[in-house]
């Protein structure tokens, strides 16, 4: 096992991380700000996906895919919060967790009827394509853009938090969200705002994403159920423990795949080390969540203290 | 669209008329997968096997198909209102192996025939057969088997393999070790429905395997394929149809073109039925069918052929019926082993682009004749 073997790893979860990172940013600020578990977070990145293939496809350009992904996720989010999400505000969660299973259900079937059952084409665009040196090891140019994508998303969300006046409403909103339409924002619109952004970002992830995966039917939720183990373990609500908490996924999933079966290797038949060691490795981020929750029960970065 | 029938109105009513219901008409219920990743698959079968009852002008076939998402739960359920409330004769349809397991052995146990259009686990094939299973595709090892061995054509030396960890999965891998003789770099199981391979890339490049073998069907082996293609890793691919067919080559793109892969059919397969089946599927569908689609189509065609000669309720003469395979495959010759399982040719393709349109063309033949090892421990 070299050294550059592990490096490339380390980079593999990163980037996985960062992925993660744009799917949870989104689903604990929903939760965060308006006190909503939304389901369907992962159709909103279904969305992106298949309307950045649709665009790329049809004009040629990636990034041109990529606008209309991101556009396409953010209207159908402040759409939704119009028609449907405004109307579960004051319900409990479980009301919330039906009627967005509803909306994966619907919008998958949406999908399915305008672009069909089978997987579209999209590929990276030509600029990124191929590896480049990080001198001990050959790392795909796309995959390291990606990085550069969601290290630039997360400093862009944290200054929109923490510089601007949509931020300070949107802390506020966290806090009380009472005391805020009291002192005359418009809380309507706040709620639509933040629930477009989080689609933003659901529909970026699966623009990115679709491109080195499979544009199809139900792509979000694999990705939605890691994303909730992220803003578990990072804290309900934090944007910085959905930071920290991607990461940790993104790296130890990637590096348990890698190293488990190797260790039962050393002590057990080849085949069924590898066996034992994937079947293990996939429960790894939720034997994770499961300490994270007896430890720290409200996650590592609690956004209500 | 849960629900789809397609008796033909006339020989209901004509049947009302003569005041015998639906005595003639044969329920065939088909549980497949047409939601979720895996759904390009169920489409392809249903496709194939609705085309095939269009052809012969079927009227006395009542199918029902529904929707089983993959999940063997779901199919269990569907599989037990199907024989319980529409009184299914055969039902048919399943794509993956571990709904076959949920499903098969209770349906066959209740005396109604099975006839899978696709999955084929091994312990089906081996001690559970059942003289009620029929498999109209081929056994899971099979194609993996031919696999292996051409990879020894090929001088594969070195050959790092990888599959999913599903009871497909690891008959792949040990129906491409049976016959596989070089060293292996490396061997991996990844997860079902697994849509990162960067971890599994990493580590093929560092093996210093001097090929890879991958058993990675649906939307696995798309991404699989988009990712190894920007990974700079530069190894020749060898695998099964099954990840490489019509369903997701337009969406792997260039990345496939190239890969050797083996099947028990091709779209240029030169027979007669073949070419009727390819043109028909075009005309009705406007795309190229797969191997799943050919699989449906076949199954429908065997189904048939016993109708015209047994009936349905004579379990005896419908099960002999069956196992006479009395139709003209799209595949060629056909027939099945005492274990219910094909005896088939497999051939070796390469993926192409004609007109603009990745396919795949015959380059040779890996087996012919070849039936499954699993008939051995078969008893029935």
């Known amino acids: ?305 | 669209m849960k629900t789809l029938r397609t008796t033909a109105l006339a020989a209901l009513t004509a049947g009302a008329m003569l005041g015998q219901a639906q005595a003639d008409t044969v329920t065939v219920g088909m549980i497949t997968t047409l939601s979720g990743g895996g759904a390009g698959l169920g489409v392809d079968v249903r496709d194939g096997f609705l085309l095939a009852l269009e052809m012969a002008d079927a009227h006395d076939i009542n199918l029902v198909v529904e929707d089983d998402a993959q999940r063997p739960e779901l199919a269990v359920q569907i599989a037990e209102r199907m024989i319980q409330s529409e009184r299914a004769d055969i039902l048919t349809g399943i794509i993956w192996s571990n709904l076959a397991m949920a499903v098969v052995p209770s349906t066959v146990a209740q005396d109604i025939f099975y006839i899978s259009p696709n999955a084929g686990p091994s312990a089906l094939a081996g001690a559970n057969c059942h003289p009620n299973y029929f498999n109209a595709a081929w056994q899971n090892d099979m194609l993996h088997e031919a696999a292996g061995q051409h990879a020894n054509v090929l001088g594969y030396e070195n050959t790092f393999i990888m599959a999913p960890n599903y009871p497909a999965g690891t008959d792949a891998l040990t129906g491409f070790k049976r016959y596989f003789e070089g060293e292996l770099a490396g061997e991996l199981f990844t997860q079902v429905g697994q849509t990162d391979y960067a971890a599994e890339i990493a580590q093929i490049r560092a093996s210093g395997a001097d090929s890879i073998f991958i058993f990675l069907p649906g939307g696995m082996g798309i991404s699989f394929m988009r990712q190894f293609e920007q990974s700079g890793v530069d190894l020749p691919i060898v695998s099964a149809g099954f990840s490489f067919d019509q369903d997701v080559l337009p969406a792997m793109g260039s990345a496939a073109l190239g890969v050797i892969n083996t099947s028990q059919w091709s779209p240029d397969l030169e027979n007669a039925a073949n070419e009727a089946f390819v043109a028909a599927f075009q005309d009705a569908y406007g795309r190229l069918p797969s191997l799943y689609a050919s699989q449906g189509f076949d199954t429908a065609n065997l189904i048939l052929s016993a109708l015209s000669s047994a009936d349905v309720a004579d379990k005896d003469g419908f099960r002999d019926a069956l196992r006479a395979a009395d139709f003209a495959s799209v595949r060629g010759d056909f027939s099945f082993a005492p274990n219910h399982h094909p005896v088939q040719t497999v051939y070796v393709r390469e993926v192409v682009e004609v007109e603009g349109v990745l396919t795949n063309r015959i380059i040779g033949t890996a087996f012919e004749e070849h039936r499954d090892v699993h008939g051995e421990n078969c008893t029935m």
């Open chain 1, 1 to 305: 096992m070299s050294l550059a073997l592990v490096l490339e790893q380390l980079l593999n979860g990163v980037q996985f991380g960062l992925m993660l990172f744009l799917m949870s940013a989104g689903l604990t600020l929903v939760f965060g700000v308006m006190g909503l578990i939304n389901l369907a977070h992962g159709s909103l990145y279904m969305i992106g996906a298949f309307l950045c293939a649709a665009v790329a496809g049809a004009t040629g350009n990636f990034w041109l895919g990529l606008m209309a992904g991101i556009a396409a996720a953010a209207a159908a989010g402040a759409l939704i919060e119009m028609i449907v999400i405004r109307r579960l505000y004051a319900r409990d969660h479980l009301d919330q967790v039906l009627a967005t299973f509803a909306l994966i259900l619907i919008l998958s079937e949406g999908v399915r009827m305008v672009f069909g059952p089978f997987p579209l084409y999209l590929n990276v665009p030509d600029s990124l394509r191929g590896t480049v040196s990080l001198g001990v090891v050959d790392y795909s140019l796309y995959r390291l853009a990606l990085i550069g994508f969601g290290l630039a998303v997360a400093v862009g969300l944290w200054a929109l938090i923490a510089k601007t006046r949509l931020g300070i409403q949107i802390r506020a909103g966290s806090t009380d969200r009472e005391m805020i339409a009291a002192l005359g924002v418009n809380i309507r619109a706040l709620y639509t705002i933040v629930f477009a952004l989080g689609a933003a970002l659901a529909g970026l992830a699966g623009a990115l994403v679709g491109a080195i995966q499979s544009v199809q039917v139900g792509m979000g939720e694999p990705v939605l159920i890691v994303a909730f183990v992220v803003i578990v373990i990072g804290g309900i609500g934090s944007i910085k423990g959905a930071m920290v908490g991607a990461l940790l996924v993104g790296v130890i999933d990637t590096m348990g795949r890698f190293l488990l079966p190797r260790i039962f290797a050393t002590f057990m038949d080849t085949s069924q080390a590898m066996g034992v060691g994937a079947a293990l490795a996939s429960m790894l981020i939720y034997l994770l969540m499961a300490l994270v929750l007896i430890f720290r029960p409200k996650g590592l970065f609690p956004a209500h203290g």
